[in-house]
């Protein structure tokens, strides 16, 4: 059973305009959720982050979005640019299960944008 | 120079042998892990090891061992290597009260003929 969901395999958009990548998840424990980026033959680094305090966390062209009641999030990318093509992780962690932070990082599947020149 | 190396980048190999991946990190971070990307592009995790101790072992076979013979280094071990294997294993390390940040290798592709 997946816990964090990306139901969008990919997404393409002009240069300039904005793209927005979505990701749900039904874990209610989860309490931080992450954007990790992932260009070919690198591993995934760490973009952006919002804890379920917030409801939104801006950091320069890139804003995430938390409707916790939904079970939703979203990673908005103004403007668009081609060096942002790669494929976008969700990912979410219980931060302090029993009082202690483990790491356990729970990934969905990706979501592969190409923006276009 | 390179956060968090793995070795090797590629992996191939016949149904039954033994196979190690190597993973190092010199970012002086406390908690290293161990990820499978299979197939479905999911990115699940396998291990972790805070200080040289194990603190999450998934549900992954018992072919799987993971040895962290200090805190800079996580290396897994794979017995009698089956095809359903073959998958990109990806290593990542964090620091003490910052789990949640994970910085990760380029990856391992195993592939099992």
């Known amino acids: 059973d997946q816990q964090v969901k990306q139901n969008s395999p990919s997404l393409s958009v002009q240069e300039g305009r904005i793209s927005i990548l979505n990701c749900d998840y039904t874990?209610?424990?989860?309490?931080?959720f992450l954007w990790y980026k992932k260009y070919p033959a690198e591993g995934p680094t760490f973009l952006i982050s919002i804890s379920s305090i917030k409801d939104k966390n801006e950091d320069g062209r890139f804003t995430v979005f938390l409707n916790k009641s939904a079970k939703h999030l979203s990673l908005h990318i103004v403007p668009s640019q081609p060096g942002d093509s790669a494929v976008y992780f969700c990912a979410a962690i219980e931060m302090y299960a029993g009082g202690t932070s483990y790491g356990k990082l729970t990934f969905g599947q990706g979501t592969i944008l190409t923006v276009h020149p | 120079d390179t956060a968090v190396s793995q070795t090797p980048k590629y992996l191939v190999t016949q149904m039954g042998n033994d196979k190690s991946i190597k993973c190092e990190q010199n970012l002086g971070h406390d908690t290293m892990y161990w990820y499978k990307q299979d197939s479905k592009k999911f990115l699940k995790i396998m291990f972790s090891?805070?200080?040289?101790?194990?603190?999450i072992n998934e549900t992954v076979p018992n072919r799987f061992s993971p040895k962290s013979p200090d805190k800079a280094h996580l290396n897994l071990h794979i017995n009698s290597l089956e095809l359903g294997d073959s998958a990109v294993y990806f290593c990542?390390?964090?620091?003490?009260?910052?789990?949640?940040?994970?910085?990760f290798g380029a990856g391992t592709r195993l592939s099992v003929l």
């Open positions: 090891y805070n200080n040289k101790e194990l603190i």
């Open positions: 990542a390390s964090s620091q003490e009260g910052a789990k949640n940040i994970q910085y």
């Open positions: 874990n209610s424990m989860f309490d931080y």
